[in-house]
Each structure stands twice: as structure tokens, then as C-alpha cells.
């Protein structure tokens, strides 16, 4: 087996993110229940990315590339936080999005042009349609004497999920020195990287804790789940391959992805007045909107320690409307 130290990373995000228990949440439901504050990765506004862009621009540095491609939605994350980690490398990101979400200069549209991103927008529902034009442009810009490193949406390759694996050892290695063992880990899916990662690293690390992903999205994440721990086994060089066993994922769609419901705004509002904690309007808000659900309705057993992984996405509150 191949160590997560085998593989090249930069340094981008500052970790470990700090691991904190919710006193007040603990309280109400008679659980253990702490954040996991990946909103805290140390770029820009921080979130779950730059886990996963250590290991894929570490692999882009290694290939010497001048310029970084991405997709996303208009308030992707993803490319917003992939714009910054790219510079720190002195790196050009064109950020190739889909004309889907909120496009106008708010959010991580704002942070976007800050950052000094070129921005295109592609009026398309298909990622493949973008994914040609990419190729397309790194065609070009060969001619141009430019190398470019293509990173698919949500940087939800096996090697980005990497970033995942490492971090479930990094939160168990804290919840060892608190004297605590979690029961459960919950982490949000969206294109599915992290979510899988956490799932590996349960597999490779802990086994006995169970890994639950919270969709914000309809695509069928068991298969797409399970198809990235094939790959993140192989990329490791495991003996076995990794199984689905440990799968188990709630869909919170609502009235689709990036649209929260009024169920989701008042979980943001909840937790923002219990704990001074701030989610997310597309992805942590409704992941923990769900959750919310389970605990109220008694889904998790009494005195579990749950670990929630707060993965970002702050530029989405001032650009998506929170009912
Ligand atoms: C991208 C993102 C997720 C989902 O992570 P995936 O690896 O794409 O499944 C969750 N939360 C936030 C804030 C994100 O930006």
C-alpha cells in the first residue's frame, strides 16, 4: 500500500482545522456532537477545496503547468477556491462555468474577480459539453507555449479525494488526543470527493465509525461513491478493494441544488443562534438542515459522538436568498 505522504502536495490551507464540540447542540439532544471546521482551511473564505487542491495542483506543479482550468456553477466553491490556491503557485485559473445559479457580481462572483480569474460562462446543463471546450482551450494554448491542468467539477477526482482520506486521519488523530471516539462522521455530497474520502478513510482508519453522506444534489451518489473508492484503492495500490459497505447517504434536494428551503433557512438560523456558527445556503445548510431532522427525530442513539464536517461555502450567503 502507498502512503497519503507518497503522494506530491503543496502546502496551501493551514491544518489542522480546528475540531470543536457544539456545547449547546450537545446539550438539547443528549449527544456528543462536534463541528469539524473545514470552513476554517486558511484560503480566502476557506471550505473543503483546498484539501483536495493540495494534491491536484501539487500534481499541476509537477507537470509545470502555467494555467489552472475549472467548472462549476456560477457560486462554485470550488472554482472561487481554486482561483486563490492557484495564485499562491503563481498560477492563471480560467474558471469555465456553467450560465446555471447566480451570475451577476455577488458571492463568490465578487471573490472571483478579485482573485483575478478570467470567468467565461457556457449556457449548458452538460459538464461534458464544458469539459470539450476545455480540451479544445488546452489545445490552444499548447500552440501558445502555455500548459494547462484541467481539474473536473468540485475537484472530484480520486486524487483530490485524497484530501478527504487525510482528513478523516487528521480528525481522528484529534479526537485521540481529546480522549473521545466517534461514532459517526457527517460530511456533505455534492459532486461526491469528499464524501468518498471520509468513506476510504474510515475503511483504511477506522472502520468502526460510521460515515454518513448528506446529497444537496440528485445524481446517484452510491455508484458515483463507490465507483471513487475503486479508484482512490487503485491509486493507493490496496491489496483488496475498497467495498461500498459503509455507503449510506440521505438526499436533501428540496427544490433542487442551490436552492435552500424554508426547512434549510431556519437550520442555518438555528445553529447560527445556538452556537455563532454561520453554514452555508447551498451545501452545509441543507446537509445539516437534514441532520437536524435525524437528531429531532431521534435517528442517532443516545450519547453518540457525531463529528459534522463544516466544509465552507460562506461566499453563497451573499448571493443566494435564505428562506
Ligand atoms: C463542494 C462543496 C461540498 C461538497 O463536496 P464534494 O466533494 O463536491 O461532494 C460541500 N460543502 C461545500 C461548502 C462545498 O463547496
Same mark, same amino acid.
Given at each position: 500500500m502507498k502512503q497519503i505522504n507518497d503522494f506530491p502536495r503543496v502546502q496551501l490551507g493551514i491544518f489542522p482545522t480546528p475540531l470543536q464540540k457544539l456545547e449547546n447542540l450537545s446539550r438539547e439532544f443528549g449527544k456528543n456532537i462536534y463541528l469539524k471546521r473545514d470552513d476554517m482551511s486558511g484560503v480566502a473564505l476557506g471550505g473543503n477545496k483546498v484539501r483536495k487542491l493540495e494534491f491536484l495542483l501539487?500534481?499541476?506543479?509537477?507537470?509545470?503547468?502555467?494555467?489552472?482550468?475549472?467548472?462549476?456553477?456560477?457560486?462554485?466553491?470550488?472554482?472561487?477556491l481554486t482561483a486563490a490556491c492557484a495564485n499562491k503557485l503563481g498560477m492563471h485559473t480560467i474558471l469555465m462555468l456553467k450560465k446555471r445559479g447566480v451570475t451577476?457580481?455577488?458571492?463568490?462572483?465578487?471573490l472571483n474577480r478579485i482573485l483575478g480569474a478570467e470567468i467565461e460562462f457556457y449556457d449548458t446543463d452538460k459538464y461534458s459539453d464544458i469539459y470539450e471546450e476545455m480540451a479544445r482551450r488546452t489545445a490552444d494554448l499548447?500552440?501558445?507555449?502555455?500548459?494547462?491542468?484541467? *481539474?473536473?467539477?468540485?475537484?472530484?477526482?480520486?486524487? +483530490?479525494?485524497? +484530501?478527504?482520506?487525510?482528513?478523516?486521519?487528521?480528525?481522528?488523530?484529534?479526537?485521540?488526543?481529546?480522549? *473521545?471516539?466517534?461514532?459517526?462522521?457527517?460530511?456533505?455530497?455534492?459532486?461526491?470527493?469528499?464524501?468518498?474520502?471520509?468513506?476510504? +478513510?474510515?475503511?483504511?482508519?477506522?472502520p468502526d465509525v460510521k460515515v454518513t453522506g448528506m446529497a444537496v444534489d440528485d445524481d446517484?451518489?452510491?455508484?458515483?461513491?463507490?465507483?471513487?473508492?475503486?479508484?482512490?484503492?487503485?491509486?493507493?495500490?490496496?491489496?483488496?478493494?475498497?467495498?461500498?459497505?459503509?455507503?449510506?447517504?440521505?438526499?436533501?434536494?428540496?427544490?433542487?441544488?442551490?436552492?435552500?428551503g424554508p426547512e434549510d433557512g431556519a437550520a442555518v438560523r438555528y445553529l447560527a443562534q445556538q452556537e455563532g456558527v454561520v453554514l452555508d445556503p447551498v451545501y452545509t445548510g441543507k446537509g445539516f438542515s437534514l441532520f437536524l431532522r435525524m437528531l429531532r427525530e431521534g435517528a442517532f442513539a443516545q450519547d453518540d459522538t457525531i463529528i459534522f464536517l463544516h466544509s465552507g461555502g460562506a461566499g453563497g450567503l451573499f448571493a443566494i436568498d435564505l428562506p
Amino acid at each position: 500500500m502507498k502512503q497519503i505522504n507518497d503522494f506530491p502536495r503543496v502546502q496551501l490551507g493551514i491544518f489542522p482545522t480546528p475540531l470543536q464540540k457544539l456545547e449547546n447542540l450537545s446539550r438539547e439532544f443528549g449527544k456528543n456532537i462536534y463541528l469539524k471546521r473545514d470552513d476554517m482551511s486558511g484560503v480566502a473564505l476557506g471550505g473543503n477545496k483546498v484539501r483536495k487542491l493540495e494534491f491536484l495542483l501539487a500534481e499541476a506543479q509537477k507537470q509545470g503547468v502555467d494555467t489552472v482550468m475549472t467548472t462549476g456553477q456560477a457560486q462554485s466553491n470550488h472554482a472561487m477556491l481554486t482561483a486563490a490556491c492557484a495564485n499562491k503557485l503563481g498560477m492563471h485559473t480560467i474558471l469555465m462555468l456553467k450560465k446555471r445559479g447566480v451570475t451577476d457580481p455577488k458571492g463568490n462572483q465578487i471573490l472571483n474577480r478579485i482573485l483575478g480569474a478570467e470567468i467565461e460562462f457556457y449556457d449548458t446543463d452538460k459538464y461534458s459539453d464544458i469539459y470539450e471546450e476545455m480540451a479544445r482551450r488546452t489545445a490552444d494554448l499548447a500552440q501558445q507555449g502555455h500548459k494547462a491542468y484541467e *481539474i473536473p467539477v468540485g475537484g472530484s477526482t480520486a486524487l +483530490g479525494a485524497l +484530501g478527504y482520506v487525510e482528513c478523516f486521519r487528521e480528525t481522528m488523530e484529534q479526537c485521540a488526543a481529546l480522549g *473521545i471516539h466517534p461514532d459517526r462522521m457527517v460530511g456533505v455530497v455534492g459532486s461526491g470527493g469528499t464524501y468518498a474520502g471520509l468513506c476510504a +478513510g474510515a475503511d483504511l482508519f477506522a472502520p468502526d465509525v460510521k460515515v454518513t453522506g448528506m446529497a444537496v444534489d440528485d445524481d446517484p451518489f452510491e455508484q458515483i461513491t463507490a465507483q471513487l473508492k475503486l479508484e482512490i484503492g487503485s491509486l493507493l495500490e490496496l491489496d483488496r478493494p475498497l467495498g461500498n459497505e459503509n455507503i449510506e447517504i440521505y438526499y436533501n434536494c428540496g427544490a433542487g441544488y442551490g436552492v435552500p428551503g424554508p426547512e434549510d433557512g431556519a437550520a442555518v438560523r438555528y445553529l447560527a443562534q445556538q452556537e455563532g456558527v454561520v453554514l452555508d445556503p447551498v451545501y452545509t445548510g441543507k446537509g445539516f438542515s437534514l441532520f437536524l431532522r435525524m437528531l429531532r427525530e431521534g435517528a442517532f442513539a443516545q450519547d453518540d459522538t457525531i463529528i459534522f464536517l463544516h466544509s465552507g461555502g460562506a461566499g453563497g450567503l451573499f448571493a443566494i436568498d435564505l428562506p
